[in-house]
């Protein structure tokens, strides 16, 4: 099968005041597309900073980062932004909602930047945003601005927005974090539905192994390193 | 449910009322200068040029003393006291392009008792070679102009048909002008030069009244009108050869007003640019403050699919809804305070010699688009460098900036 994703030795060598920083080393990884992989290891050990990479949000300092075969960091800014819109749906490990926004609105904002792809009508997009949060057990919250909401419930917020624009690569960086054993399943059960149905790949990091276990396949992380159980 | 780019920008200056409302008003307060001081300089030049247009002289002809005060009696109408003789008027007739000739006579009395009303003089004409006043007025007549009538001029409190007692004389108000902008003529009061002779002759048998100095015959100035395609310059330094005699052009008195002009609104003008150069500093360094404190959610931007020139628009475009609302507000408030004030604002620009009618609707919708675009692009251009860092953020830089 084609892999989706496909990194080929890439580095990440941070500057701190003259101190070098090798978040990440040579890193290779291949997923194919519809798999469901995990990433596990300690704090620091550069999870978010390859998930960053390859959800186009940071350059790597060297390395080859391919998305559906396209090298995604010689690509143009709007190629990119594009990218990132459509193709790639990021959960941050950390609340990221724009506070000024209701729920429904921050789910339904990614819509804004696809530029009429999609061909989806605002009804529709509301429609799916209401869906979405409904599925997430946020039915009721749909008009409520972040600051109303508990950090569980943020988190989920920010799972449904990264769901807008059915994207093909769901890339969380420890999504249920602050979420009870119950929303985690929940949320789980709901990413392997979504990666049955539409074929979309997931990369999940997580702290929790038992969780992890559920993937296709675990990979851990360590000092920098990408090492495949 | 109606998301953009749009109504984000307007969310964020809904979240800081206290810094927008302040921003709001400091645009306000520059675009209201900016649009009230160019919208009174307008009224100025325009009334100078419609007044001295329609006037309908190409040359004024007047005893030399009165050169100055004659350019302001034009403008503000205090009437000077110089007089020559009517002679003059057939050797102007008879210059080459010299279309036609007519006398005015200003009357007043020298401390001004016997017919100066309020601020109104008494100009004599010849209604038979006029050409300056009578199409001013506002209706057409049917009745040819007598003896015993009076036009008066637009800032009369007299109507139609009124009734003036002067020197012994009734008089009947026989027309109205239009306003005219030419401060002589808007508070005049006009009568037959023949009246105005034989006033002069019984004001030396009337009682209790200061005689006027005045000779059957003598003129304090005479209109001239050319041909088309006459050579004015040359007309002009004809009758100037007349040792007793100035003229005066319309070129010649919008000069000395506009110089008037441009020291009072210069000074004016160069402040409003400087308070604008301040705004749109004020502006760059309080996006630069926005940029930072929202890097966190512009990073989540990127990272949802906005590219640089989404963010560089969307703060661009906050700073500009900003400021156009303030150029808005600065207009309204130019035109409330115009509107109360006006009655000061008229008597100041007068005592400065300067007419002033307000400038026609379309010129003061002009005036407020261009104060209202100026605020845009002192928003824009106060922005565009914030917006430009904003928009150069590495998303995950940003992201972990707020963290
Ligand atoms: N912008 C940055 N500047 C400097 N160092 C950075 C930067 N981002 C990450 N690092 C460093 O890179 C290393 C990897 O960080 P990263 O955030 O990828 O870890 P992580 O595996 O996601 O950890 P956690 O489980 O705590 O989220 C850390 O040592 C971190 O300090
Ligand atoms: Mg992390």
Redesign the interface.
């Known amino acids: 099968m084609a892999n989706m994703i496909d990194i080929n030795d890439v580095w990440k060598i941070y500057d701190v005041g003259g101190e070098k920083i090798e978040a990440l080393k040579s890193v290779n990884l291949q997923i194919e597309i519809g798999s469901f992989i995990s990433i596990v290891g300690h704090s620091g050990s550069g999870k978010t900073t390859l998930l ?1 990479i390859l ?5 790597p300092s060297r390395g080859s980062v391919k998305i559906d075969g396209t090298e995604i960091w010689n690509l143009n ?2 190629q990119l ?2 990218m ?3 193709k790639i749906g ?1 959960i ?1 490990q ?1 609340s ?6 209701r729920a ?2 921050n789910v ?7 530029n009429g792809h999609g061909k989806t009508s ?1 009804k529709e997009t ?1 429609e799916y945003a209401a869906e979405l949060l409904s599925t997430l057990g946020l039915g009721r919250k749909l008009q409520s601005f972040p600051s109303e909401l508990s950090g569980g419930q943020q988190r989920r917020v920010s799972i449904a ?1 990264a769901f807008i ?1 059915r994207p093909t690569i769901i890339v969380a960086d420890e999504p249920t974090g602050d979420l009870d054993a119950q929303s985690e399943g929940e949320v789980m059960e709901f990413f392997s539905r979504i990666n049955e149905q539409d074929k979309t790949t997931f990369l999940l990091v997580t702290h929790n192994l038992a969780l992890a276990r559920m993937t296709d396949k675990v990979h851990s992380m360590k000092d920098g390193m990408l090492t495949h159980s | 449910m109606n998301i953009s780019q749009t109504s984000l920008a307007l969310q964020n200056l809904a979240r800081r009322t206290f810094r927008t409302y302040a921003l709001l008003l400091a645009i306000a307060i520059v675009s209201g200068a900016i649009f009230s001081t160019s919208t009174l300089m307008w009224g100025v030049n325009s009334s100078l040029n419609k007044g001295l247009s329609k006037f309908g002289a190409d040359l004024l002809v007047v005893p030399k003393g009165s050169m100055i005060s004659m350019k302001s009696a034009l403008l503000t109408g205090e009437p000077s006291l110089f007089y020559m003789e009517g002679g003059i008027m057939e050797k102007i007739a008879s210059i080459k392009g010299v279309k036609s000739v007519s006398p005015q006579l200003f009357l007043t009395s020298v401390d001004g008792d016997c017919c100066v009303m309020g601020n109104a003089f008494i100009i004599g004409f010849n209604p038979k070679t006029d050409f300056t006043v009578l199409p001013w007025l506002e209706e057409k007549k049917e009745r040819p102009f007598q003896m015993d009538d009076v036009i008066v001029g637009a800032s009369n409190s007299y109507n139609v048909g009124d009734t003036l007692f002067f020197y012994g004389q009734n008089l009947t108000v026989y027309g109205k002008l239009g306003r005219t902008g030419v401060g002589l003529y808007d508070n005049a009061i006009f009568m037959n030069i023949e009246r105005a002779y034989v006033m002069a002759e019984q004001s030396h048998n009337t009682p209790n009244v200061k005689p006027l100095k005045l000779v059957r015959g003598q003129v304090s100035a005479v209109l001239v009108q050319t041909e088309v395609g006459a050579k004015i310059p040359f007309i002009s330094f004809t009758i100037s050869k007349d040792p007793d005699v100035k003229v005066i052009t319309a070129g010649n008195i919008i000069t000395s007003v506009r110089q008037n002009l441009v020291t009072l609104f210069g000074s004016t003008l160069v402040l409003s640019f400087v308070l604008i150069l301040a705004n749109a500093l004020m502006i760059s360094a309080i996006f630069s403050t926005i940029v930072n404190e929202r890097k966190r959610e512009l990073g989540i931007l990127r990272a949802i699919g906005a590219s640089k020139i989404s963010i560089f628009k969307l703060i661009v475009s906050e700073a500009a809804m900003l400021t156009s609302m303030g150029g808005a507000l600065g207009v309204f408030l130019g035109i409330v305070i115009m509107r109360v004030y006006q009655r000061t604002i008229i008597f100041n620009l007068k005592a400065l010699n300067m007419p002033y009618l307000w400038p026609p609707v379309e010129s003061i919708i002009m005036l407020a688009s261009i104060a209202i675009a100026a605020a845009v692009v002192v928003g824009v251009a106060g922005a565009f460098y914030p917006a430009l860092q904003g928009s150069r953020l590495q998303p995950y830089d940003a992201i972990r900036a707020g963290e």
């Open positions: 960053s959800g186009g949000l940071t350059k800014d709007r932004s594009a990132r819109n459509r990021f941050f950390f990221s909602l724009i506070p000024t926004l429904i609105d339904a904002l990614p819509v804004i930047y696809a605002r509301y927005r624009n």
